[in-house]
């Protein structure tokens, strides 16, 4: 038969695994959730850099599109003044 110590010390065992458990499962939550957040960051970067490369294009095509229009413009002056 255990006696009163042993009892209290089976007790106090108990409680800690559980407290124990309870802080594995919070750990874990949070873990999971630091993982979403990450993978979040990592999505948004991968849309930003779409973003510039969308937006390095524009520039690109629109400095070729008022290439082609002074070309076109110096053209037509050209021949309008006879040039």
């Known amino acids: 038969m255990p ?9 106090t065992m108990a409680v800690l ?6 802080v594995q499962r919070s750990v874990d939550q949070i873990g999971r959730r630091l993982d979403d957040i990450c993978d979040q960051a990592v999505d948004r970067d991968e849309r930003l850099g779409k973003v ?4 390095k294009v524009i520039t690109w095509v629109g400095g070729a599109v008022a290439a082609i229009l002074i070309a076109i413009a110096t ?5 309008v003044l006879g040039l």
């Open 52 to 55: 510039e490369n969308t937006l």
């Open 75 to 79: 053209a037509w002056a050209k021949a």
């Open 17 to 22: 695994g559980t407290k124990l458990d309870y």
């Open 3 to 11: 006696t009163g110590d042993d009892s209290n010390g089976r007790v």
